[in-house]
């Protein structure tokens, strides 16, 4: 079936470090893809997506890129603030599997000034 | 505008209670999904609306459980006889369509304890 295998954590980086979360997937399908972010104490919010193979994803200094060939969807970014602590989510949704996202176990991000 | 709102915020029940969780989803969003969310895990699939009717309840982990949205609008999510093993965070998500592409906006989480 249809499932998302995301970095574990927990991850902590000084400010201005360079980030990478892994994100690698199984999908019998075409599925879209899906970076979530959840900050402390709040819901889960969307980041970026990618709907087709080798598409950026990007928003707010975060990137991800849709590899078809490696099924990865890694989560960059080259200079990590402390404002982006917080639990960050991979995720992929397909229209064959009803609709539903399935979402990795999270990666909990903590960054020291 | 309004987000995702989700009733109570906090649910403590006894072992073998029946407990209600509320989900007002986006208005004009027409597909509404619960998710349960265990600690330290990340959210599962419990079922699928597209308007009044469950398109897909395939992630309801048995018959305890039960959701309806019978307006097309408003969901209740229903437990019977809970267990202790119930208890998580349940998460309420709503989008404009439905399909792979449609983003998601989630509600803040009702976070239910059985004791």
């Known amino acids: 079936g249809d499932s998302v295998t995301q970095m574990e954590g927990p991850v902590t980086l000084s400010e201005e470090a360079f980030l990478t979360i892994n994100c690698t997937y199984t999908?019998?399908?075409?599925?879209?893809l899906f970076w979530y972010v959840q900050y402390p104490g709040e819901g889960l919010q969307l980041l970026l997506k990618a709907t087709k193979a080798d598409d950026k994803g990007s928003n707010k200094g975060f990137e991800a890129t849709y590899r078809k060939e490696t099924t990865s969807f890694h989560l960059e970014k080259g200079s990590v603030q402390v404002s982006d602590s917080a639990v960050y989510f991979c995720a992929l949704s397909a229209s064959n599997t009803g609709n539903q996202f399935y979402f990795g176990t999270g990666t909990s991000l903590t960054v020291i000034p | 505008g309004a987000g995702v709102s989700q009733t109570p915020s906090n649910k403590v029940t006894e072992k073998g209670k029946y407990v209600e969780l509320r989900c007002d989803p986006i208005?004009?969003?027409?597909?509404l999904y619960w998710y349960r969310q265990s600690l330290g895990q990340g959210p599962e699939f419990l079922i699928y609306?597209?308007?009044?009717?469950?398109?897909?309840d395939s992630g309801l982990p048995n018959d305890r459980f039960f959701a309806v949205r019978p307006e097309g609008s408003v969901s209740t999510l229903k437990i019977q006889r809970t267990e202790r093993g119930d208890s998580a965070v349940y998460l309420c998500?709503?989008?404009?369509?439905?399909?792979?592409?449609?983003?998601?906006?989630f509600g803040p989480g009702t976070r239910l304890t059985v004791l």
């Open positions: 998500a709503s989008s404009l369509g439905q399909g792979p592409y449609n983003e998601q906006f």
């Open positions: 609306f597209q308007g009044t009717g469950a398109a897909d």
């Open positions: 208005s004009g969003h027409t597909a």
């Open positions: 999908a019998t399908g075409y599925p879209s």
